[in-house]
C-alpha cells in the first residue's frame, strides 16, 4: 500500500493521530499486556518515552519515540514459523485493487528483456540477475489477504519464489539487520531480516496465474502477508542487504517501520 499524498499539514495531523491509534491497537493485544493496562495512557507512554507534551515540537519527538518503541516491540513478538492465514480461489477480491502514491497511468513501465535486478550490501553473490533467471527459481504461490493501514483489505494470488530461497541463491548474510528495496517508481523500502527468511515472504512475478501486470508491480513485487500493504514494495530494481538501518518511502514521513500486520 502506497497511500496517495494528502496536504501536508492534514498529514501530520491524521499521522500522530494513526501512530497513537496503531499503539494503543498493538499494546492492547493480550500478549502484549505484561507491559501493564496503564501504558494504554499517553501518559504512560509519555513516561515510557521520556517525552513532555508540551509543544509541537515535543509530540513529534514523543510519536518518534513511540513508532520505535513499537518497532522494537512488534519485532520482539514476530513469530517467524507463525503463518498467515489462507483462502481458495473462490474469495479471491475482483478486482484487486490498485494502491499507489500515483493514478495507476502512472505506473511504471519497465522493460522485461532488459532488466536487470541488482544485488548488493552483504551477499556473496553480486552477479546481476536477468528475468529468466528469476523465473527459474523454484515455485510457490499463496492466496493471502493484504491489508492497508487506510483501513481496507483484498485477498489475491501470488506466485514466485520464497524469498529465503533467493536469498540463499545469493549468499546473503542471514545475521544481517536489513533488507533494503529501490523500485523503478522511486519507491524505496527496507525489512527485517526474521520476516525476510518468513516461509510466506515471496518474491512474486505473478498474479493470478498471469504475469504481474504492471498497475501490481511488474516486473517483480515482494509480498509478504505478516506486513500491512505498504511493507511490500513493487517494481523491484534493486535488492540490498545491510546492518544500516535503510528506511523506507513512508517511514521516512512518520509511519511505523516494522508494519506487522
Known amino acids: 500500500m502506497n497511500p496517495l499524498k494528502p496536504v501536508k499539514k492534514l498529514r501530520l495531523d491524521l499521522d500522530r493521530e494513526s501512530l497513537i ?72 477480491t475482483r478486482p484487486f485493487p490498485f494502491n499507489a502514491f500515483y493514478d495507476v497511468d502512472q505506473a511504471p513501465e519497465v ?11 552483504l551477499v556473496q553473490n553480486k552477479s546481476v540477475w536477468t528475468l529468466s533467471d528469476l523465473y527459474a527459481l523454484p515455485k510457490a504461490e499463496q492466496i493471502t489477504r493484504h491489508i492497508c493501514v487506510e483501513g481496507w483489505s483484498a485477498i489475491g494470488r501470488w506466485g514466485g519464489t520464497p524469498f529465503s530461497e533467493f536469498l540463499k541463491r545469493v549468499g546473503a548474510d542471514t545475521s ?29 512475478f505473478t498474479y493470478d496465474g498471469q504475469r504481474l501486470p504492471a498497475k501490481y508491480g511488474y516486473p517483480m513485487k515482494l509480498r509478504m502477508p505478516t506486513k500491512l500493504g505498504y511493507k511490500n514494495p513493487k517494481h523491484i530494481m534493486e535488492i540490498f542487504v545491510t546492518n544500516e538501518f535503510p528506511g523506507g518511502y513512508w517511514v521516512d514521513q512518520g509511519y511505523n517501520w516494522f508494519g506487522g500486520s
Open 21 to 92: 491509534i496503531d499503539v494503543r491497537r498493538q499494546l492492547d493485544m493480550p500478549s502484549r499486556r505484561l507491559f501493564g493496562q496503564r501504558i494504554l495512557t499517553l501518559g504512560g507512554l509519555a513516561m515510557m518515552t521520556g517525552c513532555t507534551l508540551v509543544d509541537d515540537k515535543s509530540v513529534d519527538n514523543f510519536l518518534t519515540r513511540v513508532s520505535r518503541m513499537n518497532d522494537t516491540v512488534q519485532g520482539w513478538l514476530f513469530d517467524p514459523n507463525r503463518l498467515a492465514p489462507t483462502y481458495t480461489e473462490a474469495q479471491i
Open 111 to 121: 522493460n522485461g528483456d532488459s532488466f536487470r535486478l541488482k544485488v548488493s550490501g
Open 176 to 204: 544481517a539487520k536489513y533488507i533494503g528495496f529501490k523500485c523503478a517508481d522511486d519507491y524505496y523500502e527496507s525489512i527485517d531480516m526474521p520476516t525476510a527468511l518468513h516461509p510466506q515472504t515471496l518474491l512474486t
